[in-house]
């Protein structure tokens, strides 16, 4: 097994006190739902402190619902908040551009960064280890962080800490969480199987057609992520969202500090080459020292003295060494509060950070990215690791955490092709057929009708496959009473409901599909134009006559509220039939109702790796439809980025960044609420974080498998047979060998032609046909054979016949132009 890391990520979240964290169902938790004596507590020590909570330094603490209450707002992740995720469709995600073949092998943890400590002046104080932060400010911080959420989790628990940036001699300051920079983990991502665990019984109803041992292992864990009885509980998941604040800001490319005159050492594994002045190749282990002095730098080389050696080498394998001091090489900023540099601005703000290039008793050159070689006063200057607080004390790093918990149950099966995935998910539904269907969670209670059905969505080409190896496992192989749409026979011990094309859906009522045991369906039905206009109708409330261009019409969440109106029995009815010649006032009679009205027991994505492929509208409908258990089948799973564990992600409905940005968009600040056509967040700046990268492998460990099929090996044994022909295989045979070259000749495999034949002669030794249209025997290849020789003859006749008109004709106007002059041998001339 892998561990991607996070030390304590995978704590289990649900278990936090309602005094600590968010917890909410669908209505969320309010300021209603919180103790009062707690709220008046905080608020109250809030007002002693001028508003600052207080806490030590160096470590996280909560930030309890009451401390959000007594800001005087609403809690993070509220049911207010539950409305707004869940009134807005996800965007559609895409792969292309996102597979990487030089992936990065660290990251610098700037994805989560916020700004400098410029903004937090005003909010923090410092006082020895103790840390203030303003609660209203810090309560903003985590709604704003809340604010991009495409999936509203079950759990949010938010939580702070603040570090201090304490330099050391020779070490580097800290000015990002340890924990969100380093290196990244290998991709393509390794999955696990099924191996280590128990087998489970055979389904009940599996007879004669029985799973293998790895199956029955795969479907033990498979009932074991749905936690029924006896095979585990499956616990939420856990995904981390954060956000820092730093003194530095964007700490730039370290390379940029590596100048003429800074103090700078070897990495310890070097990779480029290393040259004296001599230009021999050198050895890090022969350097008298570690550390020495740039001499002179050109792009990415750079010549070092390390106490008498001059050496060159690469500028990647060199880092710049942090004494604590402004020593050349540092970044630095202006000191806070100048009115006017002695030089001048020179196009430099307060703001800007630049590196020290050079310092001379009282004067220093500095490289700001609006001036190259700024002049001023030493005086001026201040590493930008050194700024203080509004109260004067050192510098800090605010990390802020949002955990969020989603209790999704299922997974996703990747199995190589033909290793019986199919198989393995009917034995699933099979197992828990007389289950008790698993109540509708709060979040989505009253917006969906329950049904107890498992829907089975499937490629156009895999439909009637579904079918039959249905029939085969659990209905005794009734295959001859296979029906390709509607309901199953009364025979069949599953109320099977199919429809490759939306006729069946037509004529059934919302009733009998939430009776149905198993709905089977093609993606192509969902985005068939009679299903779009009937969501549609469904939405108005009205006739749809596919003219209106409002988006409204396609949104889904407005498909929920009519949903939610139409169940709540208030007298709204709604149109039913294809036709929409009447209205009912019951679910229950709803004729033509859609898939995404209902709340299924379970939905499976069979090959659900292709959807990354659909279109935008299409993705929305899958990632929307409901369940109680979400299934992908795939035998290629999109593992080698971390941009396909986060299209896997969303279609179980887990957000595991948090936030995305649409392409082309230059910040995170703004969320998405709808992509438009075309459109499509940008996950290439993921594949360089670490902290998303080490939640998509617990993803993966904890929601995929992918195992190999446990064959016997099969033993080679070659047999030598001698074939008797008959007098007609004999001549098809000897014909063909005619054609083909000898086989030890020089020219046999010299083109594709000659190849070609000779593979027709081997094929010839078994079988009196190598090619063409069957026959029943070889003498009617023979026949067929000598027919077309016979033709090619006549063809041939034909084509000598109508050359010799030819030159029949060239002769005679050779001999009327030239007369007497002409000569016999005209073809020679």
């Not at 439809?625 to 980025?641: F, K």
């Amino acid at each position: 097994r892998v561990s991607y890391g996070l030390s304590d990520a995978a704590a289990h979240v649900a278990a936090v006190p309602d005094t600590l964290a968010t917890k909410h169902g669908g209505s969320g938790s309010s300021s209603s739902s919180v103790d009062h004596s707690d709220v008046a507590a905080v608020r109250a020590q809030l007002t002693e402190s001028n508003g600052f909570l207080r806490a030590p330094a160096g470590s996280w603490h909560m930030f309890p619902v009451a401390a959000q209450v007594a800001t005087g707002g609403a809690p993070v992740g509220d049911a207010n908040w539950v409305a707004e995720v869940l009134g807005r469709d996800p965007p559609a995600l895409t792969l292309r551009g996102h597979k990487f073949e030089n992936q990065p092998s660290s990251c610098n943890g700037h994805r989560h960064l916020a700004s400098t400590c410029e903004v937090l002046k005003d909010q923090m104080q410092r006082h020895n280890d103790e840390v203030k932060v303003r609660a209203s400010w810090l309560c903003g911080q985590f709604r704003d962080l809340a604010e991009k959420v495409r999936y509203p989790p079950s759990v949010m628990e938010c939580s702070w800490q603040a570090t201090p940036i304490i330099p050391g001699r020779g070490q580097r300051p800290q000015l990002v969480p340890e924990d969100l920079c380093g290196p990244l983990p290998q991709r393509p991502f390794r999955l696990l199987n099924n191996s280590s665990d128990l087998p489970a019984p055979q389904p009940p109803r599996f007879g004669e057609h029985v799973l293998r041992p790895e199956q029955l292992r795969s479907l033990s864990w498979m009932l074991a992520q749905e936690g029924h009885d006896g095979y585990g509980n499956s616990e939420p998941f856990v995904v981390d969202w954060r956000r820092f604040w730093s003194p530095v800001g964007q700490e730039g490319d370290k390379d940029e500090q590596i100048v003429e005159g800074a103090r700078v050492r070897l990495n310890n594994f070097p990779t480029g080459s290393i040259w004296d002045a001599r230009g021999r190749h050198l050895t890090a282990n022969m350097l008298p020292l570690k550390e020495g002095i740039c001499v002179s730098r050109n792009d990415g080389d750079a010549t070092v003295r390390f106490e008498n050696k001059l050496v060159q080498c690469e500028v990647k394998d060199l880092e710049w060494v942090d004494t604590g001091e402004m020593d050349i090489g540092c970044r630095v900023h202006l000191i806070p509060g100048l009115s006017r540099p002695a030089y001048g601005w020179g196009g430099v703000t307060p703001s800007c950070v630049g590196i020290l290039l050079s310092k001379e008793k009282d004067h220093a050159v500095v490289r700001f990215p609006t001036h190259p070689s700024w002049k001023g006063l030493g005086a001026e200057l201040q590493r930008v690791d050194a700024g203080s607080l509004a109260d004067g004390s050192g510098p800090l790093v605010l990390d802020i955490r949002i955990r969020a918990a989603y209790p999704t149950l299922g997974g996703i099966l990747a199995d190589k092709v033909g290793y019986g995935k199919t198989a393995t998910m009917i034995a699933l539904i099979d197992s828990t057929l007389e289950h008790p269907v698993p109540p509708v969670p709060e979040m989505d209670r009253g917006n969906f009708i329950p049904s107890k059905a498992t829907l089975v969505i499937v490629p156009s080409n895999l439909f009637e496959q579904w079918l039959t190896e249905i029939a085969k496992f659990v209905c005794k192989d009734e295959a001859n009473n296979l029906r390709k749409s509607g309901f199953s026979p009364k025979s069949w011990p599953w109320k099977v409901f199919a429809m490759s094309m939306v006729t069946p859906l037509t004529r059934v009522t919302a009733a009998e599909l939430a009776e149905a045991d198993v709905v089977l369906c093609s993606y192509r039905l969902l985005f068939s134009p009679i299903y779009q206009d009937r969501r549609k109708e469904i939405i108005r409330g009205m006739k749809c006559n596919g003219n209106d261009p409002r988006e409204k019409w396609t949104c889904l969440s407005e498909l929920v509220t009519r949903t939610r109106e139409f169940m709540s029995g208030t007298g709204t009815s709604m149109v039913s039939g294809r036709k929409g010649l009447k209205t009912v006032d019951t679910w229950q009679e709803l004729q033509f109702p859609v898939l995404e009205m209902f709340h299924w027991r379970r939905v499976v994505f069979d090959e659900f790796h292709e959807l990354e492929s659909f279109e935008s509208l299409q993705q929305n409908s899958l990632q929307h439809i409901r369940a109680s258990y979400r299934w992908g089948l795939t035998g290629t799973p999109p593992v080698d980025c971390c941009a396909g564990v986060i299209f896997m992600a969303s279609l179980f409905r887990i957000d595991l960044p948090g936030q995305l940005v649409l392409e082309g968009s230059s910040s995170a600040s703004t969320p998405i609420r709808a992509a438009s056509a075309g459109s499509y967040p940008d996950l290439r700046p993921w594949e360089v974080d670490r902290l998303l990268a080490e939640v998509a492998g617990r993803f993966l460990d904890h929601f995929v498998r992918q195992n190999t099929a446990e064959l016997p090996e099969i033993r080679l044994e070659e047999h030598v047979e001698v074939v008797q022909h008959t007098a007609a295989e004999r001549a098809l045979y000897l014909g063909q060998a005619h054609d083909a070259p000898e086989l030890d000749s020089e020219d046999a495999f010299t083109n594709e032609a000659n190849v070609q034949a000779l593979e027709r002669l081997l094929k010839l030794c078994s079988h009196f046909q190598a090619a063409g249209e069957n026959v029943k025997s070889a003498k009617e290849e023979c026949n067929r054979i000598g027919e077309q020789k016979e033709r090619r003859v006549v063809k041939a006749e034909n084509q000598i016949h109508r050359c010799a008109l030819v030159i029949a004709i060239l002769d005679r106007k050779y001999r009327e132009a030239l007369g007497p002059n002409a000569s016999d041998d005209w073809n020679q001339e």
